[in-house]
């Protein structure tokens, strides 16, 4: 890849996703430095939802967003909300804005996806892929568009031993490639089953990613294309602020079940290690891969991530969670009374310690007639089910990637779990508890930590 300035002339970017975690932050860092990006508009795509108009949810979840909170007032006054859909033609613009976004784009930036890890394959086609395809073609329309970012993960690469380098994972033999992979799921002859095991890949998520990439890189004409590939993406390391987060979906999913006392046992080998990386080095790379680094040959893949040096090792990080939560005990004590490699021994603990109780529960609120508790039992047990079983794949292998030479996370690990750890404490589980019990130590009801984590998967469309 080759460094460069693009034009100096005014400069306008699409954001999709902005109403996300990830989306928020780059928002906030693309705010930031506006002046030396030369930004005279950044436009954020924002779908109406339930009832909410585009400037509404903009208003709602991004102007008054911790992310923001120490913006000087008016800081929005160049981000223009608009009406769309990344899952419709032409992300459902309306004509007008469409033209102008035609005539003034510079820069596009697809962060927008599923992060739901047991979504049905259409519909984790639908989100990851035809969404992207469809940013693509937009960009392809563009009068003025020297380039398209997108978002895609690390994990599109099945695990093997070695250095996991920045290419385009190879689809296996036999396939046809992604087109035709694409044409037999729509056409009914591949299930998600058969897909899944014919690529390697653990689950929908890093299917369609990978899937995805292949398609984007396949259609690509005039615009040139960087696939930016995050790992574990977690709490701020500086930026907006130290230990901010605002979504529980992966890795947040996990510690907020542990630290309000419902995850007892995990499954994972004590060995492995995992690649988090914090969401600002996330979006710090996403500005300089846009805006500053143009691909060779039409493309790049460039990996966001920790690098096996920085790996937070699984029994430290649960060590540490645990004594962290202990010092800040919640109403239900934490305590991890299983983490070892996945065994039909952890699976009969995973039935003890996780479902039997929520399944008393819910027999005690159908004998008492009393639904509400019936049905957080039955969320909570649907939550604890998928930590258990969503992350193995990932609880048991060490990926090592190949690092970036713009990655620049240098936070010792230790000092990043615990900030993962109070992060998730001060944005996650403060959140969750009632309005009346924030003053004093008390517990987070099972209802909001269900509710929280299962509907997470949506945030950042």
Not at 72 to 91: F, Q, S, Y
Not at 399 to 404: C, N, V
Request: charged share 20%.
């Amino acid at each position: 890849m080759s460094v460069k300035s693009f034009p100096p002339r005014a400069r306008a970017v699409l954001l999709t996703g902005a109403t996300g975690f990830l989306g928020k932050v780059v928002l906030a860092d693309l705010v930031r430095h506006r002046e030396v990006l030369g930004l005279s508009a950044i436009y954020v795509l924002i779908r109406p939802k339930k009832g909410r108009t585009a400037a509404e949810r903009f208003n709602e979840q991004l102007l008054t967003s911790e992310a923001f909170r120490e913006f000087e007032p008016g800081w929005h006054r160049d981000v223009v909300a608009v009406p769309g859909d990344v899952a419709r033609p032409l992300l459902g613009l309306e004509a007008d804005m469409l033209a102008r976004l035609k005539r003034e784009l510079t820069h596009i930036v697809h962060c927008a996806a599923s992060v739901d890890f047991n979504l049905p394959l259409k519909e984790a086609l639908q989100a990851n892929v035809r969404s992207t395809l469809e940013v693509q073609s937009l960009a392809e329309q563009c009068q003025s568009l020297p380039h398209l970012l997108s978002v895609s993960t690390a994990y599109v690469q099945p695990h093997r031993e070695g250095v996991l380098q920045q290419t385009l994972q190879p689809l296996p033999e036999g396939t046809g490639g992604a087109e035709a992979l694409l044409a037999a799921i729509d056409a009914g002859q591949l299930d998600e089953a058969q897909a899944l095991a014919l690529c390697g890949h653990p689950n929908t998520y890093t299917f369609t990613k990978c899937l995805a990439e292949h398609l984007l890189l396949a259609r690509r004409a005039r615009v040139p294309v960087t696939l930016l590939r995050p790992s574990i993406i977690s709490v701020a390391q500086q930026f907006p602020h130290p230990g901010w987060i605002d979504s529980s979906a992966a890795l947040a999913g996990f510690v907020l079940c542990l630290a309000a006392g419902y995850l007892r046992v995990v499954s994972g080998d004590r060995r492995a290690q995992l690649d988090v990386v914090p969401v600002d080095q996330v979006a710090s790379m996403i500005r300089q891969h846009a805006f500053d680094v143009a691909p060779e040959a039409g493309s790049a893949i460039v990996h966001a991530v920790a690098g096996r040096p920085r790996n937070l090792p699984l029994d430290r990080f649960a060590e540490l969670a645990v004594e962290y939560f202990k010092r800040h005990p919640q109403q239900r004590s934490v305590q991890l009374k299983a983490f070892d490699r996945h065994t039909r021994w952890r699976e009969l603990q995973h039935w003890w310690y996780h479902l039997l109780p929520l399944r008393l529960a819910g027999r005690w609120a159908r004998l008492t007639r009393n639904p509400i508790v019936g049905r957080q039992a039955a969320r909570l047990e649907k939550v604890l089910e998928s930590v258990f079983r969503s992350f193995q794949y990932f609880t048991h292998r060490t990926y090592q990637f190949e690092l970036s030479p713009h990655a620049a996370f240098d936070m010792p690990r230790d000092q990043y779990i615990r900030l993962v750890c109070e992060g998730t404490r001060r944005h996650l589980l403060h959140k969750l508890q009632p309005q009346a019990a924030r003053s004093a130590p008390g517990g987070v009801p099972a209802h909001r930590v269900a509710n929280s984590v299962s509907s997470s998967d949506d945030a950042s469309r």
